[in-house]
């Protein structure tokens, strides 16, 4: 399921949706990008992801599924490769948005979104031409924190689960992120498919081994 609204409705504040993603710099898995509407009662302690514990989020995720308006969307990395990450950032945030409108069955008032700029002109399918971004937003707008535990928590399940079908990778300590670790068993082991291949050292791993395949 990718999006929801609460069992208790909306109430009657305004329809501001916070938005963040989860998973631009590893060098495998997917992007994952969540977009939340916060009702009442609002879970208490909501912040940036990165700032939060591992127990922390836990604990805030189904309370945020449970009690706030939400949609998710997930780009896989083959469909990074081929728009590159930043495109792929603008789908999921686009996709997100979007099941979570189609979820609520009407227009939000603001749309708020982690960073310096928005899908609009860069995703053909993004219709919230006033949205705002916010710089820090995570930690600035519960909103967008919100979102960004969302989207964080369901990306390392993700891996987590992607980590038992390719153990070597370390992924269920570095959700696909260029540690030592990672990087050993990349050079060792090669990519898989949810590696990233348009990710410089994945790349390099591709043209290595086509180099030592035409040298034999």
Same mark, same amino acid.
């Given at each position: 399921?990718?999006?929801?609204?609460?069992?208790n *409705?909306?109430?009657? #504040?305004?329809?501001v949706?916070?938005?963040?993603?989860? *998973?631009?710099?590893?060098?495998? *898995? +997917?992007?994952?990008?969540?977009?939340?509407?916060?009702?009442?009662?609002?879970?208490?302690?909501?912040?940036?992801?990165?700032?939060?514990?591992?127990?922390r989020?836990? #604990?805030?995720?189904?309370? @945020?599924?449970?009690?706030?308006?939400? *949609?998710l969307?997930v $780009?896989?990395?083959?469909e990074i490769?081929?728009?590159?990450i930043?495109?792929?950032?603008?789908?999921?945030?686009?996709?997100?948005?979007?099941?979570? $409108?189609?979820?609520?069955?009407?227009? +939000?008032?603001?749309?708020?979104?982690?960073?310096?700029?928005?899908?609009?002109?860069?995703?053909?399918?993004?219709?919230?031409?006033?949205?705002?971004? @916010?710089?820090?937003?995570?930690?600035?707008?519960?909103c967008?924190?919100?979102?960004? @535990?969302?989207?964080?928590? /369901?990306?390392?399940?993700?891996?987590?689960?992607?980590?038992?079908?390719?153990p070597? /990778?370390?992924w269920?300590?570095? =959700?696909? /992120?260029?540690?030592?670790?990672?990087?050993? =068993?990349?050079?060792?082991?090669?990519?898989?498919?949810?590696?990233?291949?348009s990710? =410089?050292?994945?790349?390099?791993?591709?043209?290595?081994?086509?180099?030592?395949?035409s040298?034999?």
């Open positions: 399921m990718f999006s929801a609204t609460p069992q *409705g909306l109430g009657a #504040a305004p329809l949706v916070g938005v963040d993603e989860a *998973g631009r710099g590893p060098l495998a *898995g +997917p992007v994952v990008a969540a977009a939340v509407v916060l009702c009442k009662p609002c879970p208490g302690g909501l912040d940036d992801s990165k700032k939060l514990s591992a127990k989020r836990g #604990a805030l995720e189904p309370q @945020i599924r449970a009690r706030c308006a939400w *949609g969307a $780009v896989e990395p083959a490769d081929r728009l590159n930043f495109h792929a950032t603008m789908q999921a945030m686009t996709l997100a948005v979007t099941r979570l $409108v189609d979820a609520l069955a009407c227009e +939000p008032d603001a749309v708020l979104i982690d960073g310096n700029m928005t899908p609009h002109g860069r995703n053909p399918a993004w219709r919230w031409a006033q949205a705002r971004p @916010i710089v820090g937003g995570d930690g600035k707008e519960r967008i924190g919100a979102a960004s @535990i969302l989207a964080k928590e /369901y990306r390392d399940r993700l891996m987590r689960e992607a980590a038992r079908q390719h070597h /990778y370390g269920e300590r570095n =959700a696909g /992120y260029g540690t030592a670790e990672h990087l050993e =068993a990349l050079r060792t082991r090669g990519p898989t498919p949810l590696h990233r291949r990710f =410089a050292p994945v790349a390099q791993v591709d043209l290595f081994a086509e180099g030592a395949a040298a034999a």
